[in-house]
């Protein structure tokens, strides 16, 4: 694949071209040449865009594709597609399919249906068997087949002995251990967070303290044990609390807030709109505020899509009876730079890489070609023909976003608009 990429101005920290405008050549998926005026070379696609910027590809550390299982909400075809269309060069896909990723032939078999795309796809495999918090999953023989953490997406870890034994076992091989922050038995059968706009509505809420007291938990655990812990989206101001005081005593853990989670609040659902309800529940404008907070001083590591299409089975009904779950990932660039400048997003959007995948890329010349290709210029409209998902059951119709995002050059793959 090769490729001319004209006057891009470079968001990348790691790049001595840092702030830079320049034209990028890449030639056999390789960063060839860096530098002002370079001429069209035969063979090479031209790519020339208004106010284009370019960085490192984005890593999104929470998506849902149904396959295998639930295919009729995602295939693993075009989930990678979302992915490249929505800026992300990496993806780790949650284990909520069925069956649930809990051996090394579930976590083999997803990576070789994800081969060959721009978008490259990193499993996370069950913490526990078929995710049912009773015993661990065969968790190293996972990790020798290409998983990158262990986690049960959005189920709670109800065994705090359990979380013992695998931050204790991983350290074995450096594996990262994730932890759904929720105490079920005080979330109960919440559909919504728990405070005004709950009461007023008339559903059922889940308390913030249903989340705090689970952070809490396992940040305890982790300072007796050790070992690498994610806190994946969490939701209130309680947890940043928490989760900064744990990171200045020298705790190795990490978190990351869902990009629905910053972005609106519990209002809403005022109209029972099942596309906003999500797990962890949307909060309150406090919550929000110390949420964004976090991101900028550097307490939450990430941002996530925490995408997950569901079927319109599952999101046409009751509220009371919908799942929780929504589409992000096509919004989720326009949607965070709308509160944070571009340097701090991208950061956000690459930071999930480094813990993750241990993988470590940067804009030089003779590094492969691994970049996401977009504008901070003009606003939009999310709408529904911005969804690529197979699944509609997006929360941002209608939101008002910044920029776009152009594509990916990653993989020897061009996705480019």
């Known amino acids: 694949m090769n490729a001319l990429i004209k006057a891009a101005t470079i968001i990348d920290s790691k790049s001595s071209h840092h702030g830079a405008t320049v034209d990028i050549r890449i030639t056999n998926g390789k960063i060839r ?21 370019v960085s490192q590809g984005w890593f999104d550390s929470s998506v849902s594709i149904g396959q295998p299982g639930y295919e009729e909400r995602e295939t693993i075809e075009n989930g990678l597609a979302v992915a490249a269309k929505s800026g992300f060069t990496g993806i780790a896909i949650n284990p909520n399919t069925y069956p649930i990723l809990d051996t090394s032939a579930d976590i083999t078999f997803v990576s070789k249906m994800g ?84 009461t007023r509505i008339g559903l059922k809420g889940i308390p913030a303290i249903a989340e705090s007291l689970q952070v809490a938990r396992d940040l305890h655990i982790l300072a007796y044990t050790g070992g690498k812990l994610h806190i994946p989206t969490i939701s209130t101001a309680a947890s940043v609390a928490l989760i900064k005081e744990a990171k200045d005593k020298g705790l190795d853990v990490s978190c990351s807030v869902a990009i629905h989670n910053l972005f609106y609040t519990d209002s809403a659902l005022e109209e029972f709109n099942t596309n906003y309800k999500v797990l962890p529940p949307l909060r309150t404008q406090e919550d929000v505020d110390a949420l964004i907070a ?65 993988e470590s890329i940067t804009i030089e010349e003779g590094t492969e070609a691994n970049l996401t290709l977009f504008t901070t210029k003009g606003t939009t409209v999310f709408s529904e023909e911005d969804i690529v998902s197979k699944s509609k059951n997006a929360c941002f119709l209608g939101a008002k976003l910044k920029g776009n995002v152009y594509g990916v050059i990653a993989n020897q793959k061009l996705a480019i608009r």
Request: glycine letters at 10%; charged letters at 20%.
């Open 33 to 53: 040449l860096i530098g002002q005026n370079l001429s069209l070379e035969k063979g090479e696609q031209l790519i020339e865009k208004e106010h284009l910027f």
């Open 115 to 198: 081969e060959g795309y721009a978008t490259r796809l990193f499993p996370i495999g069950a913490l526990t068997r078929n995710s049912e918090s009773v015993d661990l999953a065969e968790l190293y023989d996972m990790q020798q087949s290409g998983a990158v953490a262990f986690g049960d997406y959005q189920r709670a870890i109800t065994n705090p002995n359990l979380l013992k034994i695998a931050l204790q076992y991983t350290q074995g091989f450096n594996g990262l251990v994730l932890s759904f922050p929720q105490e079920n038995k005080i979330a109960g059968p919440g559909k919504m967070n728990e405070g005004v706009v709950s």
């Open 294 to 358: 976090g991101i900028k001083d550097g307490t939450i590591d990430m941002v996530t899509s925490d995408h997950n299409p569901l079927d319109i089975e599952r999101k046409h009904v009751e509220f009371d009876n919908a799942a929780f779950g929504t589409i992000s990932q096509e919004a989720t660039f326009g949607a965070l730079l709308t509160l944070v400048s571009e340097k701090k997003a991208i950061q956000l959007l690459t930071n999930g890489r480094d813990r993750f995948t241990q």
